[in-house]
């Protein structure tokens, strides 16, 4: 090469070293071909690293092999640790482990430099414990780790939560000085908190003599993870008045952690200093303010910023979903998923299985439908999660034949996929089926939980199988589960609806918490045979107790008097409701009181209190009086109740037959004729 050729080549050279240093490969690659086309030029090791670096930095692994070649057919890999291990770094940048692997294990002389490509690669590849070995048998080749080795190796021990390793490499970057370099300082901290060790990555940082931004946030993220809202907050305070202005992600951690423990005030500052950075239009930042007002309850104004994201992926779609239907604003969040679907964003896991579980609550089969074609045409149905979701919104929805088929279709059943069958079935009083069903996932050999149980206890006090009860009963006890304030309360249900209340009196003797529900069960039950003077006495203890009684409670206790005939009672307990115990009497009361008056004859005073009570008597309550009348035979007040319940629904059935059955009872046969013609015309249109 003649003394111009090599001048020449040194400036080509030295145009691609620079532009690969400036962030520019293409510009690199681009000289490099002005290089190839001047025969007379011949790049030399130096030059094939930085192009090597360019396409890494490109992920260009095409143009990378070719370079490859051109640097095997002119033998620079032989003797060149430096080219090989850009060689090694380009494929690892580029994805190809195998490649890189394959040139690794030719190079004659591995020195620090090609060992940390290469373990570098595993790691970034999350292949950790591929990468702890390297260093095994890098150290075994006599070969010292230098500091970018040692960041490498943190990073792999915190990729697979390897503590052990983790510890011995501490100690080495000590022994070695390294541990005042910050990069080293800042793996090791995010090292630390990826063990789940927040102190020691505390105290880490608090040894760097010189904390960056890096240092910060890999602290502040790493305790926003682990749900420590707090100390991300004060840490948040401590990094700025150090002069350290944050990034997006230690904004995007600061905020999780105001929504975190509802910081609302906290957040709506981070908020101001965000648009004043011009942060609010990044994903990350954006879709964690929506988060953020979601989780402090201002959903208006998590729509406000929603609705400014230039770009919306399924993060804050999903976080709008989840916290309208946690909030009790189902239809709000299924306009959530419709607008989702018209922007044509993809719905992930965590927003199918909330959506389903809104659907199934409201009842939406016609979204829940569409929801389950997706799923489907996407391959997801047999996901355990979402499987298990779209058993549950079909039962809730009252769809057992399509419940059924997707259970079927279920890869693997556990616990949670059969009690979602046998709760639905419970939920719409199919009892026998629920037990059927409880049978065969025992078969499976897969064991109740607590929800299967209550589910099952229910189902056994629905329809009587006393058996089946006591056997669950013994379940309850072999599990140590028998105390359980939830449990224990079904039990009682239980044997009240079997009509055994000396064994429900005992069950909840033994209740090491007797809470409103167990006392109403069970005043509940002794209302339902009569049993007055028992009902009045329970209500007496629970008020002696200091469990105030609820409406359930005077509903119940209203009942026991009804049963018993006690008009003086009842009267007395109804007046109680307000003037002892603060509660507003409500429809259902007024209703309970005109049923005891009417038991008793007095249908003249019961249609006084439908007349009078705050609220506009429904239908139930003129058929208790239409029942009063048919059973004392007053014709006028069963005129009256019939034209109420008319006036109502014109098309109420039950009406039309009790005051047939009302004019029959005394013989007007006429009328009660006339009253079965105007029930066939009324219900024929």
Same mark, same amino acid.
Request: proline share 2%.
């Given at each position: 090469?003649?003394?111009?050729?090599?001048?020449?080549?040194?400036?080509?050279?030295?145009?691609?070293?620079?532009?690969?240093?400036?962030?520019?490969?293409?510009?690199?690659?681009?000289?490099?071909?002005?290089?190839?086309?001047?025969?007379?030029?011949?790049?030399?090791?130096?030059?094939?690293?930085?192009?090597?670096?360019?396409?890494?930095?490109?992920?260009?692994?095409?143009?990378?092999?070719?370079?490859?070649?051109?640097?095997?057919?002119?033998?620079?890999?032989?003797?060149?640790?430096?080219?090989?291990?850009?060689?090694?770094?380009?494929?690892?940048?580029?994805?190809?482990?195998?490649?890189?692997?394959?040139?690794?294990?030719?190079?004659?002389?591995?020195?620090?430099?090609?060992?940390?490509?290469?373990?570098?690669?595993?790691?970034?590849?999350?292949?950790?414990?591929?990468?702890?070995?390297?260093?095994?048998?890098?150290?075994?080749?006599?070969?010292?780790?230098?500091?970018?080795?040692?960041?490498?190796?943190?990073?792999?021990?915190?990729?697979?939560?390897?503590?052990?390793?983790?510890?011995?490499?501490?100690?080495?970057?000590?022994?070695?000085?390294?541990?005042?370099?910050?990069?080293?300082?800042?793996?090791?901290?995010?090292?630390?908190?990826?063990?789940?060790?927040?102190?020691?990555?505390?105290?880490?940082?608090?040894?760097?003599?010189?904390?960056?931004?890096?240092?910060?946030?890999?602290?502040?993220?790493?305790?926003?993870?682990?749900?420590?809202?707090?100390?991300?907050?004060?840490?948040?305070?401590?990094?700025?008045?150090?002069?350290?202005?944050?990034?997006?992600?230690?904004?995007?951690?600061?905020?999780?952690?105001?929504?975190?423990?509802?910081?609302?005030?906290?957040?709506?500052?981070?908020?101001?200093?965000?648009?004043?950075?011009?942060?609010?239009?990044?994903?990350?930042?954006?879709?964690?303010?929506?988060?953020?007002?979601?989780?402090?309850?201002?959903?208006?104004?998590?729509?406000?910023?929603?609705?400014?994201?230039?770009?919306?992926?399924?993060?804050?779609?999903?976080?709008?979903?989840?916290?309208?239907?946690?909030?009790?604003?189902?239809?709000?969040?299924?306009?959530?998923?419709?607008?989702?679907?018209?922007?044509?964003?993809?719905?992930?896991?965590?927003?199918?299985?909330?959506?389903?579980?809104?659907?199934?609550?409201?009842?939406?089969?016609?979204?829940?439908?569409?929801?389950?074609?997706?799923?489907?045409?996407? +391959? $997801? &149905?047999? #996901?355990?999660? %979402?499987?298990?979701?779209?058993?549950? =919104? !079909? *039962?809730?929805? @009252?769809?057992?034949? /399509?419940?059924?088929?997707?259970?079927?279709?279920?890869?693997?059943?556990?616990?949670?996929?059969?009690?979602?069958?046998?709760?639905?079935?419970?939920?719409?009083?199919?009892?026998?089926?629920?037990?059927?069903?409880?049978?065969?996932?025992?078969?499976?050999?897969?064991?109740?939980?607590?929800?299967?149980?209550?589910?099952?206890?229910?189902?056994?006090?629905?329809?009587?199988?006393?058996?089946?009860?006591?056997?669950?009963?013994?379940?309850?006890?072999?599990? +140590? $589960? &028998?105390? #359980?304030?939830? %449990?224990?309360?079904?039990?009682?249900? =239980? !044997? *009240?609806?079997? @009509?055994?209340?000396? /064994?429900?009196?005992?069950?909840?003797?033994?209740?090491?918490?007797?809470?409103?529900?167990?006392?109403?069960?069970?005043?509940?039950?002794?209302?339902?045979?009569?049993?007055?003077?028992?009902?009045?006495?329970?209500?007496?203890?629970?008020?002696?107790?200091?469990?105030?009684?609820?409406?359930?409670?005077?509903?119940?206790?209203?009942?026991?008097?009804?049963?018993?005939?006690?008009?003086?009672?009842?009267?007395?307990?109804?007046?109680?409701?307000?003037?002892?115990?603060?509660?507003?009497?409500?429809?259902?009361?007024?209703?309970?009181?005109?049923?005891?008056?009417?038991?008793?004859?007095?249908?003249?005073?019961?249609?006084?209190?439908?007349?009078?009570?705050?609220?506009?008597?429904?239908?139930?309550?003129?058929?208790?009086?239409?029942?009063?009348?048919?059973?004392?035979?007053?014709?006028?007040?069963?005129?009256?109740?019939?034209?109420?319940?008319?006036?109502?629904?014109?098309?109420?059935?039950?009406?039309?037959?009790?005051?047939?059955?009302?004019?029959?009872?005394?013989?007007?046969?006429?009328?009660?004729?006339?009253?079965?013609?105007?029930?066939?015309?009324?219900?024929?249109?």
């Amino acid at each position: 090469m003649c003394v111009c050729d090599a001048h020449q080549t040194g400036y080509f050279s030295s145009l691609i070293t620079a532009y690969v240093k400036r962030g520019e490969p293409l510009r690199a690659l681009s000289i490099f071909q002005k290089m190839q086309k001047e025969r007379s030029l011949h790049p030399n090791g130096s030059t094939f690293a930085s192009l090597l670096k360019a396409c890494a930095m490109l992920r260009d692994l095409s143009r990378g092999c070719e370079l490859h070649d051109e640097i095997s057919k002119k033998g620079i890999l032989e003797g060149d640790s430096f080219v090989s291990s850009s060689l090694v770094n380009m494929y690892v940048k580029c994805g190809s482990l195998v490649k890189a692997k394959a040139v690794f294990d030719q190079i004659s002389q591995r020195d620090v430099v090609s060992w940390t490509a290469m373990i570098s690669g595993y790691v970034e590849h999350g292949c950790g414990e591929d990468a702890l070995q390297c260093v095994d048998q890098m150290k075994r080749e006599k070969i010292s780790p230098n500091a970018y080795t040692l960041v490498s190796c943190l990073k792999a021990c915190g990729s697979i939560g390897a503590l052990d390793q983790a510890e011995r490499i501490y100690s080495e970057i000590v022994s070695k000085g390294f541990d005042g370099e910050v990069p080293v300082g800042n793996t090791l901290i995010d090292t630390y908190v990826k063990l789940g060790l927040l102190s020691t990555a505390h105290f880490i940082l608090s040894k760097i003599s010189l904390r960056d931004k890096v240092s910060w946030t890999a602290l502040i993220t790493g305790y926003a993870e682990h749900g420590n809202a707090d100390e991300v907050l004060h840490f948040f305070t401590e990094m700025k008045s150090e002069g350290i202005c944050p990034d997006a992600f230690t904004y995007v951690s600061s905020l999780k952690a105001c929504g975190t423990v509802c910081a609302l005030i906290k957040g709506q500052n981070l908020h101001d200093e965000v648009v004043q950075k011009g942060l609010e239009a990044e994903l990350l930042v954006g879709n964690a303010l929506v988060d953020m007002y979601a989780k402090c309850g201002r959903l208006s104004d998590a729509h406000k910023v929603f609705d400014r994201l230039p770009v919306r992926n399924a993060v804050p779609f999903t976080t709008l979903i989840t916290e309208y239907a946690e909030q009790g604003h189902g239809n709000k969040a299924l306009d959530c998923l419709h607008k989702m679907q018209d922007e044509g964003v993809l719905p992930d896991a965590v927003t199918l299985v909330c959506s389903l579980k809104v659907c199934g609550s409201l009842e939406a089969v016609g979204t829940g439908q569409e929801i389950h074609t997706t799923i489907f045409f996407r +391959g $997801l &149905e047999a #996901e355990s999660l %979402i499987g298990n979701t779209l058993v549950d =919104m !079909y *039962v809730k929805c @009252g769809l057992f034949t /399509e419940a059924q088929n997707v259970f079927d279709g279920l890869t693997s059943y556990d616990v949670v996929s059969w009690t979602a069958l046998i709760a639905g079935y419970v939920e719409h009083g199919y009892g026998e089926e629920a037990l059927f069903n409880l049978q065969k996932m025992q078969q499976s050999c897969i064991h109740m939980n607590v929800v299967t149980l209550v589910c099952c206890l229910k189902a056994c006090g629905s329809i009587g199988a006393t058996y089946k009860g006591q056997e669950l009963h013994h379940v309850t006890i072999l599990m +140590g $589960l &028998e105390g #359980e304030c939830l %449990i224990g309360n079904m039990l009682v249900d =239980m !044997y *009240v609806n079997f @009509g055994l209340l000396a /064994e429900a009196q005992q069950m909840f003797d033994e209740l090491l918490v007797q809470d409103t529900v167990s006392w109403n069960t069970l005043i509940t039950g002794y209302g339902q045979v009569g049993e007055d003077v028992r009902a009045s006495h329970l209500f007496d203890r629970m008020v002696d107790e200091n469990v105030k009684p609820d409406n359930v409670t005077f509903i119940s206790i209203l009942n026991a008097c009804s049963h018993a005939g006690s008009v003086t009672k009842g009267e007395c307990y109804f007046a109680a409701i307000n003037n002892h115990f603060d509660l507003i009497p409500s429809l259902e009361h007024h209703t309970c009181l005109v049923d005891i008056l009417g038991r008793v004859g007095l249908i003249d005073r019961a249609i006084a209190i439908a007349k009078d009570m705050p609220f506009h008597p429904d239908i139930i309550a003129w058929h208790t009086i239409l029942g009063a009348c048919q059973k004392w035979k007053s014709v006028p007040y069963g005129m009256h109740a019939f034209e109420e319940s008319l006036s109502l629904d014109a098309r109420d059935g039950a009406a039309y037959i009790c005051m047939s059955n009302i004019y029959s009872g005394v013989y007007m046969h006429e009328e009660a004729l006339r009253i079965e013609a105007l029930r066939k015309q009324n219900l024929a249109w």
